[in-house]
């Protein structure tokens, strides 16, 4: 093939890995967060039981502290009680012992309920502890895929970048300028492959004196549709 075109077609690469890369940039962060965020919700979600767990744990402990006071309120009282010199105080104070015995005693059911309730809680937070724990190896490998991949964009930015500066070089400039315009006003492609009679830029059939032309000259041509320089590619030989 002709060298002017062979250095295009090699610009056109640089140009078009160049601009997949700049997408990628943009994109793969984007995916990471998107990837972050439904795990987060996941998280959330599977860990429901434990947070109800928690908090009839931190009730437990409530209730066990009431208790407690309870106990040492009712110890106090039986002492005073030995000091008591009237009957009526006597009465009042009794009663205040038997208030504070049923109160106890409706905590201290209260505390069983709790237990049970969170025993069978227990099992399936150790469930969901299981699952949330490869679900998280599951998602850690998932998004470092897409990381490796967004930490290989700079490097490759910068060795397709290099190739181009080198491309630029050595290309004539006339022929750059013209790969330029058409390039720009045709979304990044200037230069395109034929095959079949068929411009792989614009899908149209090339006239076939072009095409014929296209296979012998040495000039660079251009598509009568889209304007991108052509050149004849067998694609079932690149296949
Ligand atoms: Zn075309």
Redesign the pocket.
Known sequence: MKEKLLLLISIQECDSQLVKLSAKKIKLPEKIRKMEEAFQAYKENIELNKRKYDALKAKHGESEAQVKKLNDGMIKAKERLLEVKNNKEYQAMLKEIETAEKTRGDLESQIIALMEEMDKLFILVKKDEETLQQATAKHEEEKKIVEDDLSAVDADTVSWAEKRVGLQNIIPSDLLARYEKIKKRNQGVGV?PVWKAV?S????NIPAHLYNELQRTNDLLS?P????I?YFQNQEKSA
């Open positions: 395109i411009c830029g614009c899908h149209m598509c549709n889209c304007n991108r052509m």
